[in-house]
């Protein structure tokens, strides 16, 4: 069983993500019937810590093994997808492979013929379509110091709280 939710007010999901950096680029999946890329991952299953659903994916959409080097952000997303509104948090863990990596760009995932791998360079993340949008920026210049990013999209009430970086404390905007 997944952990998330279905509501009349939205839905949520808490999701893994695995930052899988080899010759200074980025694996990201990218699915065709989206405009973007987005990191590999997926939703945490009960009873299943963050790190474990971060290896566990890895190994699903590439077929490769990964250990979860350590943790690089907390994100928490508000946003509106097929007109629901919806609240998702997203550990991001940065890998190391435990096998040589031998994946092509335009691989398949095992979603199908639907979603395929790629390579992006990491100096390039700034002008790719990549979501979440903090990591085009964030991520090349990444200092070792676990983040933990909040981004509203515009349907998310102005007077909800916000924490700007991990050093300062939750405030309201």
Not at 15 to 37: C, F, M, P, Q, T
Request: aromatic content about 10%; hydrophobic content about 35%.
């Amino acid at each position: 069983m997944d952990l998330s939710m279905k509501t009349q007010d939205g839905d949520f999901t808490c999701r893994a993500g695995a930052l899988i950096i080899h010759e200074n680029r980025l694996l990201v999946a990218k699915h065709r019937s989206y405009d973007s890329y987005y990191t590999v991952g997926g939703k945490i299953m009960l009873h299943e810590t963050s790190c474990e659903a971060a290896m566990r994916e890895a190994f699903e959409e590439t077929g490769c093994r990964f250990a979860a080097d350590r943790l690089a952000y907390m994100h928490e997303r508000f946003f509106r997808h097929h007109n629901q509104r919806c609240h998702e948090i997203t550990f991001y863990y940065l890998m190391r492979p435990l096998e040589a990596l031998k994946i092509q760009e335009g691989s398949l995932t095992d979603q199908g013929g639907d979603e395929t791998l790629h390579w992006l360079p990491l100096d390039q993340l700034p002008e790719k379509n990549l979501v979440p949008t903090f990591l085009r920026d964030r991520l090349p210049r990444f200092e070792g110091v676990v983040e933990h990013i909040v981004t509203k999209e515009p349907y998310v009430p102005q007077n909800f709280p916000t924490l700007r970086t991990a050093a300062q404390e939750c405030t309201p905007s």
